[in-house]
């Protein structure tokens, strides 16, 4: 089969796609035929070598996490699927294991390829509602869950007023919806260009991205893109006794912040804790959670995605076809 690979550690421009092995499934996992996959940049990192002490990874490696595609076999003990069935959503590299938590590890041979393998048994994987295409569902399997856990972490109340930095993002996309459709006054950070963009999902007031152009006196704050070691500017911004959440590493620490009078949260759900793929799908089908695609590349184009995805600009997701 095809596949988008890297044979070494190093940037995304060593990437090729190239023919693999096709992977089998083994007890309690089903192959997926990939329709369409979605890049993180969790999906460049690995491969980069920064994580290499902690996670070493075996080569040729397959990346990818978010996908959309048809269930092509089920191995031993399998019940949740069955061959022919449509389903999504997000499963980290095998080598990523004791991040996935102690149960129902959502685990994958990489979706960057017109096959994979994935536990079957696991929260972040769902059938794909009938009105969600491939590419919306690819799109917004990371992305949406992220956003979920955010809104369900954050607990916003109507009328309250949230700082979205990031919000031209993945999740940026997926999260300002949400806020909106919960009662908050949305002030996102945006380039001129996609100013439309992000306030037709909802944001009330777009702003660029110095500090010196962040509102004061939030209630809360979500940091998608920004370090978690460099939030002191976005702290400043929230009220006392409001809130800071973040996605991103290092996992902050309290005294990073300067501010012990506002609640720091740390928001990765990779175990489905507050909520998995079913309730992504249902929200999204739903017209609650929209898809936000940027870019649209085909498989044989994956390596250039990899390498755009980090080298350019990108409004909302970039997505593989396959």
């Known amino acids: 089969m095809k596949a988008v690979v890297a044979t070494g550690y190093g940037p995304p421009e060593q990437y090729a796609v190239a023919e693999v092995p096709v992977p089998r499934p083994g007890p309690g996992q089903i192959q997926v035929r990939i329709a369409a996959a979605s890049l993180n940049p969790g999906d460049i990192q690995l491969p980069s070598g920064t994580f290499r002490d902690v996670a070493p990874l075996t080569f040729p490696h397959v990346p990818g996490n978010d996908f959309a595609g048809t269930v092509t076999e089920v191995g031993p003990g399998v019940t949740t699927y069955r061959v022919g069935d449509e389903i999504f959503g997000q499963a980290v590299p095998r080598v990523l294991r004791a991040m996935t938590g102690a149960t129902r590890p959502s685990l994958s041979t990489g979706s960057l390829a017109e096959y994979a393998v994935f536990e079957a048994d696991t929260p972040l994987l769902a059938h794909r509602p009938a009105g969600l295409s491939v590419e919306q569902a690819a799109a917004l399997a990371t992305t949406g ?114 501010r012990d009078d506002v609640t720091l949260h740390f928001v990765l759900d990779l175990a489905g804790a507050l909520g998995g793929m079913r309730e992504v799908g249902e929200l999204a089908a739903s017209g609650d959670l929209p898809a936000t695609i940027g870019r649209r590349y085909t498989l044989d184009e994956g390596a250039r995605a990899c390498v755009d995805f980090v080298r350019q600009h990108t409004t909302g997701k970039i997505v593989v076809t396959m």
Not at 203 to 218: D, F, L, R, S
């Open 145 to 258: 869950l992220t956003a979920r856990a955010l809104m369900t972490t954050a607990q916003v109340r109507p009328g309250e007023s949230v700082l979205v930095v990031g919000a031209t993002g993945g999740v940026g996309t997926a999260v300002v919806p949400l806020l909106a459709s919960a009662g908050a006054r949305v002030i996102a950070t945006a380039t001129d260009v996609d100013a439309d963009l992000v306030r037709g999902l909802g944001a009330a007031e777009t702003i660029g991205y110095a500090e010196a152009e962040y509102p004061t006196g939030v209630d809360a704050a979500f940091n998608l893109t920004l370090p978690s070691d460099q939030l002191t500017g976005l702290a400043r911004a929230v009220r006392p006794g409001g809130r800071l959440l973040t996605i991103t590493y290092p996992v902050p620490q309290q005294e990073w912040i300067g």
